[in-house]
């Protein structure tokens, strides 16, 4: 991912990368969603800028945002590569209907996770069924909305919706604080009259 986005920022600064021309990034693998359930995703600190070096110093070189088209043409690199990859390591089968993951999962641990990957129920009665999913009807995108610097397709998504300039430092905080957040938020987690423990989803 790193390097199609990296490649993506050096082409739109007038660049190659044979010419020395690098960013850098931040990156947290995040496991869970903010209702605790299996949503593996990357949060990543990109600097909208590119360097090069001159005489040992670096010479920084300034990117536009990116339009929709570029983020849709970048997702779709994005998403060649990661299948790729996977297929190079034995865990998806290309399938002329459906790739699909080709996964041997033993450990009981390991098959919790995948079903709440594909939120399914796993225990009890309603075993392989679908999850009840509710959405907030004034959160919710209306159909055909298209969300400013986002792309999806495909149980993929790209979102660069959120920037700060350099001088604004407690923005950067929030961001640097919002991306290394951990699973749990201590201000969500209750312990009920019963002596259960609540936790709140957004």
Not at 36 to 50: A, G, K, Q, S
Not at 133 to 157: E, Y
């Amino acid at each position: 991912m790193l390097r199609a986005i990296e490649t993506h920022l050096i082409r739109k600064a007038g660049l190659t990368r044979s010419s020395g021309a690098r960013s850098g990034a931040i990156t947290f693998i995040q496991r869970f969603g903010s209702a605790l359930n299996l949503n593996v995703h990357l949060h990543m600190l990109i600097p909208d800028r590119i360097y090069t070096l001159s005489h040992g110093k670096p010479r920084f070189h300034a990117v536009t945002a990116p339009s929709q088209s570029e983020l849709t043409t970048l997702l779709n690199h994005i998403i060649r590569r990661i299948t790729r990859q996977l297929t190079r390591d034995g865990l998806l089968a290309q399938e002329a209907e459906q790739p699909y993951l080709d996964l041997q999962i033993e450990d009981t641990l390991d098959q919790f996770g995948a079903a709440s990957l594909q939120y399914r129920v796993i225990l009890g009665p309603n075993t392989g069924s679908r999850v009840l999913t509710l959405r907030n009807p004034v959160s919710a995108t209306p159909a055909g909305s298209v969300k400013p610097f986002t792309v999806a397709r495909d149980g993929f998504s790209l979102n660069a919706a959120v920037s700060c300039q350099v001088h604004q430092r407690k923005k950067l905080e929030r961001l640097c604080r919002y991306v290394a957040r951990p699973p749990l938020a201590l201000e969500r987690l209750l312990v009920t009259d019963e002596g259960k423990l609540r936790y709140a989803a957004n």
